[in-house]
């Protein structure tokens, strides 16, 4: 096998990529990141022993989270800033290793230095498949991929300069037990933690969001296009979209969002800027096409970039931990700094205005505080009858035809049924005029994948309101997409707050192994999708 990944959802034949990935990654990349993953490892090792004397280092626990990022799905495919990250490893596994010495206790990860060896060398013995047992590797990755999720809203919410110390420390403790000899029930233990962990760090970005940019509001945002040259930002990275929207300003070029970052227009601090234009295209997926009609810079503030075309090659950035072969990489900002977009800006200026792809609006804006504002009115409509049935439809989107899927459920779904969203699933539906329900529109999207919190809090909130003991009592259904890891750490955290019956799809995980989907299936009632009228009679149903 020159690899073997089988974390996302596109995984080669439903069961691992073991020649290229699906996404577009290379066997050299591929076996770079588990390397990294190993190395990652070893720190926690000894970062838990120095702990057992000291406070968890920040820059320890900020490191392992941006080494763990940068192995998700589609955030790097440059084998060379990965390989200087596993450097970067090796030189803080060594200076903790002189604070804490070696015992003769300590497992390889911590107290491998490359030695004789090389890293192609040594990639070829520490990937997924190092570890035999079948179930227990698949409860170890499903952890790991949660970790992952983790990880990725935890560095957003460390960029806007909010941290929390328990979420390094169960970073520490996650990254430790893959190297430890435990038990299935043990494991199961970590991957319920991994899910109480996400919620909290999904909260912790949550106010890392809202206490910088304001609370999201009911936004409608323009899908057409102007005639100014323009700068298409994707990705996640809300501080890029400001630092990009204050240096462009009176500078003539028009900023528009693509993907995951159509939720930046909710937030009140980015509405100040006139020439913050619209959205253009759709999720990430589709990238390769609308990236090139845009005639403009593009940057990848974060995951979701795909294999670059020669067709805007020369007009695409990436920022932060996203990294491609031959593309142009702006720096880190220094402390008390922004990122510099200049160069960006300056093509800018040199580009033809945006080919149009649509015209008209989308409503968006539907995070918790929102929605408790129109509680009253939603209250009343469950009350009335007018709504019959909530149905979560947030996570991912990706290139399966199988899809499909989840368009139809929202045109089969009865005219009396609302649609919560969150992540770049919502634009399987977004653009359908689906209509509204005494004033509330039949979809309602919190944002990005991280504003799934939203929704729990939404249903939370709902819970109380109607006077349940369970949140299973509500008329509430969860029919999720998922692609990558960021969705497993929503999975988990909805399983943490309780949540049961979730169906899952277009395909379940293929790190899941049979006995380890059985014990989900029965402890939490998770389901794959069927088909669109089998589901939604059975949602309707409240099954």
């Avoid at 043990?186 to 609370?215: C, F, H, I, P, R």
């Avoid at 509204?436 to 919190?453: K, M």
């Amino acid at each position: 096998m020159s690899m073997f990944c089988f974390q996302c959802q596109e995984t080669a034949k439903g069961t691992g990529c073991a020649a290229k990935g699906v996404c577009g990654k290379q066997p050299t990349t591929s076996r770079l990141m588990d390397l990294l993953i190993f190395n990652l490892e070893g720190i926690a090792v000894l970062e838990e022993k120095a702990t057992a004397r000291r406070e968890i280092a920040p820059e320890v626990g900020r490191f392992l989270l941006e080494g763990l990022f940068t192995t998700i799905t589609n955030v790097s495919f440059d084998d060379a800033r990965i390989g200087a990250q596993v450097e970067r490893a090796l030189t803080l596994k060594k200076k903790l290793l002189d604070e804490v010495g070696n015992d003769g206790s300590l497992p390889e990860a911590a107290t491998w230095f490359g030695g004789p060896e090389t890293f192609a060398a040594k990639t070829e013995s520490v990937g997924i498949l190092a570890e035999a047992n079948e179930d227990i590797r698949s409860l170890k990755e499903l952890m790991m991929y949660g970790l992952k999720g983790i990880a990725a809203y935890g560095d957003h919410a460390a960029v806007l300069g909010f941290e929390d110390p328990a979420i390094y420390r169960f970073a520490v403790k996650a990254l430790a037990a893959m190297t430890k000899d435990l038990s299935a029930d043990e494991l199961t233990g970590l991957v319920l933690q991994t899910g109480e962990v996400a919620v909290t760090t999904m909260a912790l970005l949550d106010k890392a969001n809202t206490s910088t940019y304001g609370q999201p509001e009911l936004t409608k945002v323009n899908i057409g296009v102007r005639s100014n040259p323009g700068i298409l930002i994707s990705g996640h990275d809300l501080r890029d979209m400001a630092e990009l929207l204050e240096q462009t300003a009176g500078a003539g070029a028009d900023v528009y969002t693509h993907g995951e970052m159509l939720p930046a227009h909710y937030y009140p601090a980015f509405k100040k800027y006139p020439h913050f234009a619209g959205n253009y295209g759709n999720a990430w997926w589709k990238q390769d096409k609308e990236f090139a009609s845009f005639n403009g810079p593009i940057l990848m503030t974060t995951n979701c970039i795909t294999p670059v075309k020669e067709s805007y090659k020369e007009r695409i950035f990436t920022t932060g931990l996203v990294g491609y072969p031959g593309v142009k990489h702006i720096a880190d900002r220094k402390p008390g700094g922004q990122k510099d977009f200049s160069e960006l800006i300056a093509l800018a200026k040199t580009c033809p205005a945006p080919t149009e792809l649509e015209q008209g609006e989308i409503v968006g804006g539907f995070a918790h505080q929102q929605v408790f504002a129109l509680a009253d009115k939603v209250v009343e409509a469950v009350k009335s009858g007018a709504i019959k049935r909530f149905v979560v439809m947030a996570g991912c989107d990706g290139r399966m035809k199988s899809r499909e899927y989840f368009t139809e459920v929202a045109q089969e779904l009865p005219k009396d049924t609302v649609i919560l969203t969150a992540g770049c699933a919502k634009y399987r539906y977004n653009k359908l005029p689906l209509g509204d329900i005494g004033g509330i529109p039949r979809v309602l999207d919190a944002g990005q994948c991280n504003d799934s919190y939203s929704l729990a809090v939404i249903a939370l909130k709902l819970k109380e309101v109607f006077g349940l003991k369970d949140i299973n009592e509500l008329p509430l259904s969860f029919d999720i997409a998922w692609y990558e890891q960021k969705a497993v750490a929503v999975l988990l955290a909805l399983l943490h707050l309780g949540v049961k019956g979730i169906r899952l799809g277009p395909t379940l995980p293929a790190f899941l192994s049979p006995n380890v989907a059985k014990v989900l299936v029965e402890k939490f009632d998770i389901k794959p999708t069927t088909t669109v009228k089998e589901d939604v009679q059975a949602m309707m149903a409240g099954a």
